[in-house]
Every structure is written in structure tokens, then in C-alpha cells.
């Protein structure tokens, strides 16, 4: 088959003006609002969004109109929460997103809204993020003073709200699900979350029809295109917007510039630190494609789009180790398994990459592995089970060598 | 998360209250939420940055703004890392060593830091000048390794970049963040293209110095 190549969500990053009002309207912007505020059916735009095969592209890659649909209309108020927390490492996509086109978000919100019945929406933007915080807020503005948002929009009798968000001011505790948050969500009201680039591509749907997004990608499941991180041992690391289905070895090979000062290729992240690490063989040897349905048969997922890159020198225990701290940084600690869990992978894989591993450790990894899957509130503890799980087994000779030496056989490439 | 981190007291603290301009800001921030909470992490920035830290008379204002305990703002304090019960450096050096700038050296540029400053992680000069930390992912790994001071983001960093932005930084002059900023270009394909040569010269630079530095 064909891929057709074609940009969506970054289309108008080369072009400065796109991230002010005046600038996204000459280059088309607002235009899908116009179309269906008051002209379309909701429940229309929802079948559009459906027809369209766009899925989630903050990780779990859930089909977006389909998580739509499960709102209850009857309940209100409603909310949007839009995550734009860009938290899994190798991911650095929704923040670029916010500062160079922030006004196509802010359509992607209310055709969301418009579609749901939704009258607010919340940008939940991290604490570290100063600069896309600042042009979120800078395009709201300019949004209100327009009329593109507040009530009667464009004199369609519909309104929606949109403000920046920085939580709702409590530790971040994961909520145990049922009741889901489609019920029960932000604030206690039925809750739509979606991610900054998934909401980013509707503007285009609505303006372009779903036949042409789902002419983008591999197979009507893996549809449209996805923002690339590219990050690592590639020559040019960098964000590359593709089209769903692509192999891996394009996307590096043909896209990234290759392997930097033209090393061999060792092991690949596909979709953020919570995917399965892949080998080169397995890379090579697979063809394999980095669409969702496509890595998940690799055994890995296409998750947030983290593509991290290592080569030869790299040392998979120390990457593991890197990894594991940041699980154990992150646990929120509410379920016993995640927070001891991701302490002591974090310690073990750390010792051993120091050459203090104990001739136990790599069968005590090997048993913590099941425990932390499927026993918690939120999926962070099966994250950090399913990444040390795959460099475990997929490189135990390695890990086994730094115990029977005594230290990293790599001379700890990249010391902390 | 700070796990048995405790509730910092300090008997002889002065007593904290906001500044007029810092009171109004956080009323419009509260107006904008149906439940006034969602403001108090904005509100715990916004004393940070007049504090210069989140101290325990901070905590009870705020508390008694949002009509919570004292030991309620202390679990949203201790929960975000961005919030700090301690002053830090006038500049504070943030270097992120998750695994993507890891892998582009971010080891040996946190050392060079730590040498060049004089201040280890996780502490502040004596001057109160430059504090440095460790993070986790900056969420701009395509630019790494990459250094977050205060608000501003670095990415690409080398150790003689570190030096410069230090350098000027001493001297009181302002630093342009370099990366993802609305003025620099983007870092798609096209952009990646056009800075490649110069990131290939950055890439060898830092290769020597981690040689150099054994
Ligand atoms: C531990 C954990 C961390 C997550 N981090 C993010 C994140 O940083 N950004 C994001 O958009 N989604 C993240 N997600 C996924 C969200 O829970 C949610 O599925 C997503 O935002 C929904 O939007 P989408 O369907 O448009 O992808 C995370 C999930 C888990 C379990
Ligand atoms: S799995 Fe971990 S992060 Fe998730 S709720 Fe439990 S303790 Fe918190
Ligand atoms: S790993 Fe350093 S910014 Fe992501």
C-alpha cells in the first residue's frame, strides 16, 4: 500500500505568525467552527470523529470519538480536561504544540465541546512549562476578545469556557476507576480527558473530512499521522510528523538522518518510557511499523510517541536504571506494590549497573516483575513492570555480565 | 515524591502576606474555577516567587485564604517538586538526567556545572546566587541535553554553552532561552535539516570533553 505523506497538526510551524490569532486566521484557522457551530448536528460531529479512526495520542491510543460517546448527555455540567502534562520521558510534542500553534488547540477544544455538550474546558499544562503557559494564555485571550470563545460563539447560540489549568490543588492522586471519569471526573462531573495533539488534529478533520484523515495512515485503525519524538543516538534528533504506519528503520533511517557519527543501531523506545524497549534485531527483522495496532503485536506500544534512540555504546542496564528512577520519582505512592515496587527495581538495577548487584538480584527482579502488574489504581506500576521487564529479558546477558564482573562491561557510558 | 519529608516549622519566621498586585492576580485566578482550590497551586507559585520559598507562615496564609489546614497545603507542597521549602539560588540550574539527555551527555554537563558553580545538586551557593537540581524529563528531549533555568529552557546544551549562559548570568546580563521558544525555529524535519551541522559540531565538542574528563 501507499502511505500518503502529508503534515496535519505541524503544518504551520514554519511559518512564526501561526502562534498569534491574526496569523492562524490567514493561514485558515477557525474555519472548521464556522462549519458546525450551530450548522452541524453534535451528535454528527461525534460520527465524524468516529469515521474518522483518530485515536488518543497521549498513550493509551483509545478511539477518540468513541470515548465521546460514552459522556452521559443528560448529566451536567460537563467538563474537558485537556492534558497537556507531556510527563512520559521522550516525549516533548504537546509542548510545541501550545507554543507555535495554539490557537489550532484552542479550535480543537471547541469543536470537543461543541460535540459533547461540553461548557468548560481546562488546559492542564505542567508546572515546569512557563513558556507554552504563557502562549496558551496569550491566544485565549485573543481568542474572547474575537468571539471564538465565551458565549455565542460566532452567534450560534453555542458557548464554551477555556481556561489554563494547573490541577485541582491536590496532591496527584490518581482516583481509583470505576466510576470512570467519562461519569465521574475533574471536580466530580462527567469528564472528557484528551491529549493536546489528538485534540489539535480536529480542526483538520472537520475542515478536510474524515475520508481524507483515514486516507492518512496504514489501515482504518491506524489513521492520520503522529508527532515523532525523536530523541537519542539519531543524527537529527528532532519532532517528525509521519503518517501512522511507517517502519521504524524509516523513520530513523529515512527520516532522523541515521545513527549518529554512524554507529550501529543497539535498542528503541517507540513510545515513551512506559514502552517496551525493542532490539535492533527485532526492529530490523520485523519491519516493524510504528502505528498503535503494529507495535502492540511487536509486544511494545505506540504509546506517547517517544521514539528513543540508542546505539551500541549504550548500556541497557544503566538505561533501565535511568528509567526506574523516574518511576519511583513518580509513584504517587498511594498503592503499596507501585511505591515499594519502583524503589526497589530503581535500587537493584541501579546496583547492579554500579557493579554491587548480588548474585540474587536478577531472579528478585524477575519476581517483583508480576506483582506490580494489574494490582493498582492507575497504570503507572504496570509502566515500570513492562519496561524493566523488556530490557530484563531481552538483555539479560548484559545484566548478568555487570553481576559477574562487578561492573558495567560498557564502562558506565553515561555516568550520573 | 518527598516521602517523610516534614511539615518545615520555623518559629522565627516573619509573617508571610501576598502583595496587593499578588492578592488581586490570585483573586482573578480563583474566579476562574468552580471549586477555589484548583487556585492553590498558582497561588503556591506565586508565593514562591515573592518568598523566594513555600515557608511554613506561607503555608498559613494560604491555608487561611483557602480555608484549609496548614497540613493540607503541606501535602500539595510536598507533592510537586517545583515547589520548594527552601530558598533557592537567585538562578536556579535545573539539569534533567532522565535517559534521552543521559544519552547526549547530561552526566558530564552536570558535572561541569557543579565544578564551574561550585555548588553540588541539590544545594545552593553560599552567595544565594545559583542553586542546582536534578531532574527528571524536561519533555524536550529532542533539544537534549537540556537545562531549565528559572522559567527559561536551554536545549543542546555543551559545556562551553553552560559556561557562556553562566558567564552572563554573573554578570547580571540577560539570557535568550535557546530551543523551542516562539522565535527559534521549529525542530521538524526541515529545521532539524537545516541545524544539523551545527549540532554534529556540538555533539563532538561534548564527546571531547567527556573524554577529556575521562
Ligand atoms: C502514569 C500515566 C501518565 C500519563 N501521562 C500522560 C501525559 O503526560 N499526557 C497525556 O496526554 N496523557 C498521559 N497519560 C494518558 C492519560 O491518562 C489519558 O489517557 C490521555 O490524556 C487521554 O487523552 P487521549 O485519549 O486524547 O490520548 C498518562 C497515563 C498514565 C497512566
Ligand atoms: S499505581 Fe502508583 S502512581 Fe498509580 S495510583 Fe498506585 S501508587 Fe499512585
Ligand atoms: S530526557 Fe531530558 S528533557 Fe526529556
Redesign the interface.
Known sequence: MAIRFEKIVTGRFGNPEASTLAGYEAAGGYQAIRKILGKAEPKNVIELVKASGLRGRGGAGFPCGLKWSFVPQSLNPKYLAVNGDEGEPGTFKDRELMIRDPHQLIEGIVVACYAVGIAKAYVYIRGEFDAPWRAVERALGEAYAKGYLGENILGSGFGCDVYAHRGEGKRGHPRLKPPFPAVVGLYGKPTVINNVETLSNLPHIVNNGAEWFAGIGIDEKNTGTRMYCVSGHAARPGLYELPLGLTCEELIYEHAGGMRNGKALKAVIPGGASAPVLTAQEVREGKVRMDFDSLAKAGSMGGSGGVIVMDETACMVQAAGRLARFFEHESCGQCSVCREGTGWVSEIINRVEAGRGRADDLATLASIDPNMRGNTICVLSDACAMMFGAFLKKFHREFEAHVEQGRCPLGSPYPA | ?A?GARFPHSPGEERFEFTPENRAELGRIMA????R??????AL?LAQKQAGAVTSAVMQHLAAI?GISPMDVW??VS????LKTRPVGKHHVMVC????C???????L??HLEQRLGCRAGHTRADGKFSVERV?????????PCL?IN???FERVTPAMADEIVAALEKGEPVA?VG????AP????????Q??AA??SA?QESAAQEKAAG
Request: include cysteine; hydrophobic fraction near 40%; aromatic fraction near 8%.
Open positions: 515524591m516521602l476562574k474555577y468552580p471549586a482550590r484548583s487556585a492553590l497551586i498558582p507559585q483557602f501535602g500539595v507533592f510537586y517538586s517545583m538526567d532522565n535517559l534521552s543521559a544519552l547526549l551527555g547530561a552526566g558530564s552536570l558535572r527528571e524529563c524536561l519533555g524536550a528531549c529532542g533539544g537534549a531549565q522559567e527559561d529552557y532561552p523551542a521558544d516562539e522565535a521549529p525542530r521538524d524535519g526541515a529545521g532539524a535539516a541545524e544539523s549540532q554534529e555533539a
